[in-house]
């Protein structure tokens, strides 16, 4: 069997992330202020985030160095492997030519440490002392504890309550890690005491947790900032040493992609692969290739959603941006790709789908735990739950291939491993999972 | 910050494995029946197992070629990394130069399936449709499930009752890689059903799984075999790829060990690292290099038990072998560290510890998970209870060099991710864990 992983070495690392905000046809529609409606200023943010984010939040520079610190913490995972997956291949017997992207061999299993480390770096430099965030399947809290492990900076992760009672191996992690871990709502801000006091056994939601994070952070007195794994400008910008990475790679493999795929919540690890692609073809540089971002059928903000302003959390506290979005008030069903549930796309996401640069499409769970399965038992890798979606539109695109007799390149991202996951797997197999 | 990581292409792979047998000084005891306590011949073997391993067992060639076709799938994952470990010695302030070779980067999570893709391998080429085995804590059970699952052959894995109840994400690994699993003791041989006659409510023992599971290979007429994951010797030198791999990746750091440590429990792991490096030695290619086994204060057998001829199941049904033992009727204490608590040490590394040939240090339970969490804190990866113990060691040389102020170079296996064990972190965090 011919060469199936492409790998760089760690000195093949990008040394600049993408910036796609100046490529944009129609540019950005600014950020609003929850309050005035008038367009957040730098200075909005200067409580919550490091100057030297909020630069990169506004920035118009379409490359950014990435400072090296960060690579050298990259380079503990990074390059990460390009696959040629021929036994999935040869299970569907289709011509086509299937790659993926494994950001799985991360610390924390997923590609959120693309940005956690960066975003806990440059916080670092700037002096502050903790970083507060919240997280619901715990990809992003992880995430954001190895990052501030690495750099010395404490950790407060508010943890969905109904997470935290049921995922107590993610809290471990984050806890080996260092971090402290707290379940939200919690007696610890005003948010959390008003929340329990209305109903003193809350589940909890993402938005309160956001709530809560923040409200941490802004009581600090300034020794702490507030860190968000998503959705950002400056976090799909951190994401696209993934794209940027596969394009040499396959320039190893001596092929072009196709079509690229991968799953989308708030939008980071899609765009991450996706935008040095879209930029080779923006510039010229490159073929047209189709870019898909697959979300899941019961939170289909992409596929049914309307382009509109608003808030980024539940209570609308945050500032309105222009997205896809199936509004705040939106409560996605309970599916086992936590990070998939999120009511909105980034705005740079958004804008791309609102100027056809991309397809999105909508799949039900049962479905990609199905090609979950089918990949784990070819390739080895049990898929998280999130990355069973690009998995699913990957073998659906494959088996195209083979009724038509085509012979495409498919590139996928396959965004993190299902090891803290089984659950989801556990119910699939029992046939408890629902679409 | 210099390298961290030595990493090989698929290329440099090693093509052989590596059997110590003809080089061991005293040779090898040869394995006796356990009726006649005659030595057992390859035919006596054959009911189990397929010829090229029962080959492979007696063999007294030193280098055997490692087929095409595992070769393949090795490099699905292999060569695996060594990692220079500079956030650790930072954080340990040694003039140590620390490396690790890190196994968890296989699809199972540990270095068991080096010998599982062999052991499913030669099967399938025999005409063999299904391999039945026995697990414990589940790693073997997952790499054997992924063998099969990749050479298209049924796996029936008999997991100790306690285990299966206790680990039920470790056994949705199993399925998802296509394997049946089944609660040992079961209704399905007559091992099992006498065990349960006995006591309805018993929680099982890796002696009766593997009781089991034979049982269940040889009633099934031919069609199918059975598989044992450490202790034997063919097992041993498919995990040289280990240190061979790691011998080429000190060769790109320009150094070379002082040390060697690896945790043992059946004694694989441990070997397949630290046999390459006594075969320099041996032979004179190299220097000198003191090797560590490494294994839990509970379960003592090389620090604490005798070189004799022993069973290596409860029951006395398998051949006896000599080696370090605690006999066969000891029952470890439950530590979490479940793939170290056997009764008795492969005969090769009993036979190496008998001629002085290796080290032996036995450490308690709490001072692993507090090495481990530090290594978890520097370097990212959170080590397999199991592994903790070579980390534990690998810390207090590195200590040990600061007081002396040398600057040693340390080699340590960390044998697997605790991504399936966050139970027994979460025991560690809340003081619940005992030595």
Chains 1, 2 share one sequence.
């Not at 050298?72 to 696959?83: A, I």
């Not at 997956?85 to 030519?97: D, I």
């Amino acid at each position: 069997m011919p060469v199936t992983r492409f790998l760089l070495s760690a000195n093949d690392l990008p040394t600049t992330w993408y910036n796609v905000v100046p490529d944009l046809p129609k540019g950005l529609p600014p950020m609003l202020h929850p309050g005035t409606r008038q367009p957040v200023t730098p200075a909005d943010l200067a409580p919550l985030f490091p100057q030297a984010l909020i630069d990169q939040e506004f920035s118009t520079d379409r490359d950014i160095d990435i400072p090296g610190a960060v690579l050298d913490v990259y380079r503990q995972w990074r390059p990460s492997p390009l696959v040629r997956a021929h036994r999935l291949e040869q299970a569907l017997k289709t011509p086509a030519r299937i790659y993926f992207k494994y950001e799985g061999v991360s610390p924390a299993g997923s590609h959120k440490p693309n940005t956690a480390v960066p975003q806990a770096y440059y916080n670092k430099r700037e002096g502050v002392a903790k970083l507060t965030t919240e997280t619901g399947a715990g990809q992003w809290g992880s995430s954001l504890s190895l990052a501030c492990s690495y750099f010395g900076l404490d950790c407060e992760v508010y943890m969905v309550r109904v997470s935290y009672d049921q995922k107590p191996y993610r809290r471990a992690l984050m806890e080996t890690f260092g971090a402290s871990v707290t379940a939200s709502p919690s007696t610890l801000t005003e948010a959390g005491r008003a929340a329990l006091a209305a109903d003193p056994d809350s589940t909890g939601s993402l938005g309160l947790a956001i709530s809560e994070a923040v409200e941490a952070a802004l009581a600090s007195g300034g020794t702490a900032k507030y860190a968000l794994g998503s959705v950002l400008n400056l976090v799909l910008m951190h994401q696209t040493v993934i794209g940027q990475e596969a394009l040499r790679q396959l320039e190893l493999a001596d092929d072009y992609p196709d079509v690229v795929i991968g799953a989308a919540g708030g939008g980071s690890n899609f765009a991450g692969l996706a935008l040095p692609f879209w930029r080779r073809q923006h510039d010229g540089s490159g073929p047209a290739v189709r870019l898909i971002a697959v979300e899941p059928a019961s939170c289909p903000s992409l596929t049914e959603g309307t382009y509109e302003y608003d808030f980024g959390d539940t209570a609308g506290m945050t500032p309105l941006t222009k997205m896809h979005t199936l509004g705040h008030d939106f409560v996605p069903p309970s599916i086992h790709a936590g990070g998939l549930r999120y009511h909105g796309m980034a705005p740079i996401v958004s804008a791309l789908k609102d100027t056809e640069a991309l397809e999105a499409r909508a799949v039900p769970q049962r479905a990609c735990f199905s090609a979950g399965v089918q990949f784990a038992r070819a390739e080895g890798i049990v898929p998280a739950p999130e990355s069973t979606h690009a998995v699913r539109v990957a073998i659906d695109e494959a088996l195209a291939c083979r009724e038509s007799g085509e012979s495409k390149a498919i590139v996928f991202s396959l965004s993190g491993h299902g090891h803290f996951d089984m659950q989801a797997y556990v119910d699939y197999f029992a046939g408890r999972l629902t679409d």
